[in-house]
């Protein structure tokens, strides 16, 4: 597995973590200790985020500053070789 790979398996891993969060808190929304744990995954994907898309570009086009359709500019997956 190449750098670019791992770092979308590690912020995939992250977001994954986020969001499995956010559905638990949304039945308990007291849990102190579980918000915290979801605002230190979050900084912890930051800077995350910021080398990737240093080296590899935007993952989104919302992360895009541009009015351009550079975000696309990568091969597609299934442009890629197996």
């Not at 985020?49 to 992360?63: I, N, Q, S």
Request: charged share 35%; aromatic share 12%; hydrophobic share 35%.
């Amino acid at each position: 597995m190449n750098e670019r790979d791992m770092l979308l398996k590690k912020i995939g891993t992250y977001k994954f973590a986020i969001v499995d969060i956010d559905i638990f808190l949304d039945t308990h929304p007291g849990d102190s200790k579980m918000l915290a744990l979801r605002n230190q995954y979050e900084e912890e994907l930051k800077p995350l985020v910021k080398k990737f898309e240093a080296k590899y570009g935007p993952l989104t086009k919302r992360d895009t500053e541009t009015n351009t359709w550079t975000w696309v500019k990568d091969p597609w997956p299934w442009d890629m070789e197996a």
